[in-house]
């Protein structure tokens, strides 16, 4: 197995699976990969966390963090750097090294677990989100690690927002945060920050509420319901496009957002399979920017065109519920996690 490089002419229903890494039987609790695209790790509720060569088809090693468990992570600058949050009610995030297996340095900065952790794709910064609602900026290169703690606005904080969420553009000078409303009745808030001057606030703030939403499934031909779905969803993940344009917002409803991602316009409502409330997933841009890809309960992928309303194509080939999906940003090759890990390969 050998995965090729970024092609514009990705076709995403012709994934093929390409190698499969079975787990121990733990739900997976990250899936990321590193932004030079080669290398991927994983992790599962047991503590146990793989690297993969995603462009050989191969695990090059496995770590158990038995003591702290790992409940999200993501890759650090360095490929075998990274970022793990403990499970178990730990508010702690770990830097650990797969060198010599163990945790250079510990960061401190949330009251409640850590939800996700996003680095940045230029520098040794990175973001934490916090079931404490909030989100950290962090810098690996200073003694004092933690530089800013950010917050929604106060009179959107009153109305009990659910788990914030962060997502970094691949130039390391936007970022965003935004979280679903837990009432459901206020939607979602996005604000969007430039890295070199965060501390003059965010340069646009935009909601996106259920109105919008229904009105973009009707504008693309659908009665409204997935619009439902999404304003009763909580929010799970959130990301931007490889050029920076869009971001996509997944709910543990199954219907998903796309939206413009410096004016807030809803785009396009991404209409997946009904999901249970417990069961949560993450949504993704292909490396070409032009699919969204998503993981189901159902044990399935759907993969949709993120220019125009279509039905999805769907990846068959997991045991269970698909909870994480990445994809490399330099080769054409798609990873996905139950128990196990996947990767997919376009032919």
């Not at 699976?17 to 932004?35: C, I, K, N, W």
């Not at 396009?268 to 998503?294: C, H, M, N, R, W």
Request: aromatic fraction near 8%; proline fraction near 4%; include cysteine.
């Amino acid at each position: 197995m050998a995965a090729p490089e970024v092609s514009s002419s990705l076709n995403p229903s012709r994934f093929a699976m390409g190698a499969v890494f079975a787990g121990g039987g733990d739900e997976s609790t990250f899936l990321a990969f590193h932004r030079l695209g080669q290398y991927c790790a994983s992790a599962t509720a047991d503590g146990a966390l793989k690297l993969i060569d995603a462009v050989n088809g191969c695990v090059k090693k496995t770590v158990h963090c038995r003591k702290y468990g790992v409940a999200a992570g993501c890759f650090a600058h360095h490929e075998q750097s990274l970022l793990v949050a403990g499970a178990g009610g730990d508010s702690t995030i770990r830097h650990l090294s797969l060198y010599d297996n163990r945790y250079v340095r510990a960061f401190a900065g949330h009251d409640a677990p850590v939800t996700s952790v996003e680095p940045s794709p230029a520098d040794d910064t990175f973001l934490s989100c916090g079931a404490d609602g909030r989100v950290v900026l962090w810098d690996l290169a200073r003694p004092q690690a933690a530089v800013a703690a950010l917050k929604l606005d106060r009179a959107w904080a009153d109305r009990k927002a659910d788990a914030a969420l962060a997502a970094q553009a691949a130039d390391g000078v936007v970022f965003a945060v935004g979280a679903s409303s837990a009432d459901r009745r206020d939607g979602g808030l996005v604000k969007v920050y430039d890295a070199r001057k965060f501390e003059g606030g965010p340069f646009a703030t935009f909601s996106l509420d259920g109105a919008a939403a229904r009105a973009c499934a009707e504008a693309g031909g659908g009665d409204g319901s997935v619009g439902d779905r999404f304003a009763r969803g909580r929010w799970t993940s959130l990301e931007f496009s490889p050029d920076g344009d869009k971001m996509v917002v997944a709910t543990d409803g199954g219907a998903h957002l796309v939206f413009d991602s410096f004016e807030g316009d809803a785009k396009l409502l991404l209409e997946g399979p009904p999901q249970s409330p417990d069961f949560a997933t993450t949504a993704t841009f292909t490396s070409d920017g032009y699919s969204v890809v998503a993981g189901c309960e159902d044990a399935k992928i759907r993969v949709w065109d993120a220019e125009k309303r279509a039905r999805p194509a769907a990846l068959h080939g997991h045991a269970g519920p698909v909870r994480h999906v990445a994809c490399s940003r330099k080769y054409d090759v798609l990873a996905s996690c139950c128990a196990s890990a996947v990767l997919w390969l376009a032919d």
